[in-house]
T-cell receptor, first 111, second 114 residues
Framework: DAGVTQSPTHLIKTRGQHVTLRCSPISGHKSVSWYQQVLGQGPQFIFQYYEKEERGRGNFPDRFSARQFPNYSSELNVNALLLGDSALYLC??????????FGPGTRLLVL | GNSVTQMEGPVTLSEEAFLTINCTYTATGYPSLFWYVQYPGEGLQLLLKATKADDKGSNKGFEATYRKETTSFHLEKGSVQVSDSAVYFCALSGRNSGNTPLVFGKGTRLSVIA
């Protein structure tokens, strides 16, 4: 079975630009969560979506938004990029209440 | 709020040495506890988990026991290999509250030398 997939794998943007990251969950998983991992730190929770509705939101500014589609895939959008948004963005999927499985991540560099 | 504290790295060991990475947590209720591993340039892989007190999670020779009395979930392996070199993250999920986001420690980098 395919695991969680994310695209793109790497991305370079400049300050002020917008970025969209994509995630496809494991087949049968209806919940998707997004995490930001800054270099040298543990992942920080950004959003959780279940059945296309936001279930939880971490302590991130409104520049960060997300959505989930009918096929349970998800997008994370970040507007007005800052240098500090440079990080590895991880997507995780789960059957709600069970273990979260992570994708390989999208490495974003903001110049 | 919920939090996880794990020992600072990096940890450098010789092959076949014994490994312990300490992890303690603060949480309301009865969280589930996890160890994830991250190899260079990759995402996170679940290593093991425990969902209630006194449970022992194990995988690939690694073990950790959920100790409610000491709020700990220390990771151990009896004989490490070079291939175990990675960053290890302790995490918890406050599932009893119906909220499943993971809270991670800062990670411990392990380097095993031949």
């Amino acid at each position: 079975d395919a695991g969680v997939t994310q695209s793109p794998t790497h991305l370079i943007k400049t300050r002020g630009q917008h970025v969209t990251l994509r995630c496809s969950p494991i087949s049968g998983h209806k919940s998707v969560s997004w995490y930001q991992q800054v270099l040298g730190q543990g992942p920080q929770f950004i959003f959780q979506y279940y059945e296309k509705e936001e279930r939880g939101r971490g302590n991130f500014p409104d520049r960060f938004s997300a959505r989930q589609f009918p096929n349970y895939s998800s997008e994370l959008n970040v507007n007005a990029l800052l240098l500090g948004d440079s990080a590895l963005y991880l997507c995780a999927s789960e059957v709600v209440g069970e273990t979260q499985y992570f994708g390989p991540g999208t490495r974003l560099l903001v110049l | 709020g919920n939090s996880v504290t794990q020992m600072e790295g990096p940890v450098t060991l010789s092959e076949e040495a014994f490994l312990t990475i300490n992890c303690t947590y603060t949480a309301t209720g009865y969280p589930s506890l996890f160890w994830y591993v991250q190899y260079p340039g990759e995402g996170l892989q679940l290593l093991l988990k425990a969902t209630k007190a006194d449970d022992k999670g194990s995988n690939k020779g690694f073990e950790a026991t959920y100790r409610k009395e000491t709020t700990s979930f220390h990771l151990e392996k009896g004989s490490v290999q070079v291939s175990d070199s990675a960053v290890y993250f302790c995490a918890l999920s406050g599932r009893n509250s119906g909220n499943t986001p993971l809270v991670f420690g800062k990670g411990t980098r392990l380097s095993v030398i031949a």
